[in-house]
């Protein structure tokens, strides 16, 4: 009656809304301030006051018509035309407005990517474990296929001989998402150099070209180094990106697909992204926020709370005994689960209403996540739960 894929997408829980979802339920049961929630990636700094006032300044000021109406499918112009601004004043690029393909957050815009590039059923995208874990769907749901790179531990780079040996006339794009969710790794200037080698070689052999995708929701979160902007290394770049984490706005859905002039086949490639948002019945994304982002492109996240809470946890867990490296970016700490099995040390964690996430998912089934985008408070609390849990496995 149904199709069984969409059944399933629709009633099985990814393992971090289950954790989340139980966290509310406990939180019921033995109080908010005995659940130590680590499960999901919702900002805790809250949206810039500039955003804020932006929304009170639109609403005053333009006609309700102009603030909700549609916008035409790839965005209003004007607010294409400051990202494209910002961008390059950052990077010292060229793009145009019309580079770039308004989107309801990061998501949208991949999907739309996966089914833009997606020619017939034996197309394959690769990623590198750890993966955003509903990378899996928009590719398989575009009708290609998701490949999959094991993970470089304990580095997380990328596994270079295994990615070249993955690579074959199917392939269509490699997704690069860095910094990274869930490792809060970022990939090295050396890394991206290398990538950008290989896949020229490889688009050469196979005679067209392979994109990278790069999926970057936390460029702007970045507390260690700098993240190469991969579009300086490889002209077949397409970004989708998105507000949700650097503004603090993933409820109201809005980032973008950016197809840089540099990109082979360019219009092509951008029509097919619009075409592919339009039977994806996208539309437009959200009008308000198309207005705010227009005036706010500049803005730039508070990242001290994030700074704090990294060094909280990170030094607490390190103290205690647990393997972590200090994350470079994103919100995310990516731990050893110190009993080898992290499915088995989460449901251990879980007993004591700690949430953690197991790497399962992400591909990697010996690590576990930490969102540490809590409160800080929360962070103290858990520490002693930490290390109890630490004792119990050590016995
Ligand atoms: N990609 C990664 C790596 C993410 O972590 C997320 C959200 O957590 C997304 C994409 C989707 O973000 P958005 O809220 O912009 O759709």
Do not use: W
């Not at 309801?104 to 750890?130: C, H, Q, S, W």
């Not at 006339?169 to 490699?174: E, I, L, M, P």
């Not at 007993?351 to 089934?365: A, E, K, W, Y």
């Amino acid at each position: 009656m149904v199709s069984k894929d969409m059944l399933r997408y629709g009633t099985v829980r990814s393992c971090i809304r289950e954790l989340f979802e139980y966290g509310k339920q406990r939180s019921s049961v033995v109080g908010k301030e005995n659940v130590y929630d680590f499960s999901i990636g919702n900002p805790s700094v809250p949206a810039p006051e500039e955003v804020n006032q932006t929304i009170r300044n639109i609403i005053d000021e333009m006609p309700s018509t102009a603030i909700h109406g549609y916008t035409s499918g790839p965005g209003s112009n004007e607010t294409r035309a400051a990202i494209a601004d910002n961008l390059n004043e950052r990077f010292g690029t060229d793009y145009k407005f019309s580079d770039l393909y308004m989107t309801a957050g990061a998501a949208a815009a991949l999907t739309a990517v996966f089914r833009a590039l997606t020619i017939d059923d034996k197309t394959e995208f690769i990623a590198f474990a750890p993966f955003f874990t509903e990378y899996s769907c928009f590719a398989t749901t575009a009708g290609a296929k998701l490949t999959t790179i094991p993970p470089d531990i304990p580095a997380f780079q990328i596994n270079f001989d295994l990615l070249e040996k993955s690579i074959n006339a199917n392939t269509q794009g490699v997704i690069v998402n860095s910094p990274n969710n869930p490792s809060g790794v970022i990939y090295t200037e050396e890394t991206i150099k290398k990538l950008a080698a290989l896949l020229k070689k490889k688009s050469a052999e196979v005679g067209h070209p392979i994109f990278i995708i790069s999926d970057e929701p936390y460029r702007e979160l970045v507390y260690e180094g700098t993240v190469p902007f991969i579009p300086h290394y490889y002209s077949n770049t397409i970004i989708c990106y998105s507000y949700s984490k650097s503004l603090s706005l993933p409820g109201e859905r809005i980032g973008y697909a950016l197809v840089p002039g540099s990109v082979e086949d360019h219009d092509e490639v951008y029509n097919a992204i619009a075409g592919a948002g339009r039977v994806l019945g996208y539309v437009c994304a959200p009008s308000l926020m198309q207005h705010v982002i227009a005036r706010c492109a500049n803005v730039k996240p508070d990242l001290k709370p994030y700074i704090a809470n990294r060094e909280l946890i990170h030094n607490g867990l390190t103290e205690i005994g647990y393997n972590c490296a200090k994350p470079s970016g994103a919100f995310y700490l990516f731990m050893e689960a110190p009993n080898g099995d992290a499915k088995s040390f989460s449901d251990m964690a879980k007993q004591s209403d700690l949430l953690i996430v197991p790497g399962n998912d992400f591909g990697c089934s010996s690590y576990v996540r930490i969102s540490y985008c809590v409160d800080h408070d929360m962070i103290k609390r858990s520490l002693p739960v930490f290390k109890k849990l630490m004792e119990k496995i050590r016995g």
